[in-house]
C-alpha cells in the first residue's frame, strides 16, 4: 500500500522538510577544512531539536548519528566521527532526516570541501540535473518507472555533455516517505518509462540519485553502515523530499527561496 496524504498533511510534511532544509543549509556554512564529521552531526542534532523535531535517523535500526556523512569514495551511510575530519579537495554527502510532529523529511546534498577538481565538481552537478529530471517527472497520472526513466536519462545526457560515463549506483534508490521514513515504493534510478504504480496527488517520495566517477558497483564496509565505491572512486548523492500534486511536484524539502 502506498500512502496517500491529505493537502493539511502534506503541509504537516512541508513543515519537517524546512527543518532538515535549514539544518542543510547550516551544515553547508560549516563544512570546511579541520572540521570533523561528528562536529556536523552536533550541529545537525542541535539544529534539528532545536526546531522541536527529531532526528529520524539516529537510533534508525541501530544508525548512531543525525545524519549520513559520505566522504569521497563513500556513497551513503557514512557514520560521523571524530577521526574522520574533513580535508581540502573532498567531496562530502551529507544526508539529513527529521520528524515533526509524526511526518518525516529527507533531503541530501553533496558539497566540495575547499578547491576540487572540475571533474568532481561536474559529478556532483550531474547528480543534482538527474534529480531535478526526476522530480519534474513526478507528475499524476504518470507511472513510477517515469521518474526512474527522467534520472536516468539526465544522467546519460549530463555524461555526454562532460565526456564521462556516470555509474549509477546499483541497488540504492528513492523511497515513499510520510509517516514513516522508508515507506513504499521503492524507486530506482534507471530503468524503462510507463511501468509501476500509477503515480497519484497525495503520494510522497524522496527522490536520490547516487552516482559515481567509476563503476556502478558498491560495498558495505565492517561498520555495517557506510557503502563506498567498489573501485574507489568519488561519489555523489542528491535528495528531495517530493509530494505529487494536481498542480505538479512540490520539492517539501527545498528552502522557501530555492
Not at 523530499?241 to 511536484?249: E, K, N, Q
Amino acid at each position: 500500500m502506498i500512502e496517500i496524504k491529505s493537502r493539511g498533511q502534506l503541509e504537516a510534511m512541508r513543515a519537517a522538510g524546512l527543518v532538515v532544509a535549514r539544518t542543510l543549509a547550516l551544515l553547508a556554512s560549516h563544512t570546511k577544512a579541520g572540521v570533523s564529521t561528528a562536529e556536523l552531526d552536533e550541529l545537525a542534532e542541535q539544529s534539528i531539536r532545536d526546531a522541536g523535531a527529531i532526528p529520524s535517523f539516529k537510533g534508525y535500526h541501530g544508525f548512531p548519528a543525525s545524519i549520513c556523512a559520505s566522504v569521497n569514495e563513500q556513497v551513503v551511510h557514512g557514520i560521523p566521527s571524530r577521526t574522520q575530519v574533513l580535508a581540502e579537495g573532498d567531496l562530502i554527502s551529507i544526508d539529513c532526516g527529521a520528524i515533526l510532529d509524526g511526518w518525516h523529511g529527507d533531503s541530501a546534498i553533496t558539497l566540495p570541501v575547499g578547491s576540487v577538481t572540475d571533474a568532481e565538481l561536474k559529478l556532483s552537478e550531474a547528480t543534482r540535473v538527474s534529480m531535478v529530471a526526476g522530480i519534474e517527472a513526478a507528475v499524476a497520472g504518470g507511472r513510477l518507472s517515469d521518474i526512474s526513466f527522467a534520472i536516468e536519462s539526465a544522467t546519460v545526457r549530463m555524461g555526454d555533455e562532460h565526456g564521462v560515463e556516470y555509474g549509477i549506483v546499483e541497488g540504492y534508490g528513492g523511497h515513499g516517505i510520510g509517516t514513516k521514513m522508508h515507506m513504499d515504493p521503492f524507486l530506482p534510478n534507471h530503468g524503462k518509462p510507463g511501468k509501476g504504480p500509477r503515480l497519484k496527488a497525495g503520494m510522497a517520495i524522496a527522490i536520490e540519485p547516487m552516482l559515481t566517477l567509476g563503476t556502478e558497483r558498491t560495498v558495505e564496509l565492517d561498520d555495517g553502515w557506510t557503502v563506498i565505491t567498489a573501485d574507489g572512486s568519488r561519489a555523489a548523492h542528491w535528495e528531495h523530499s517530493v509530494a505529487i500534486t494536481d498542480d505538479g511536484p512540490w520539492v517539501l524539502t527545498a528552502l522557501d527561496d530555492d
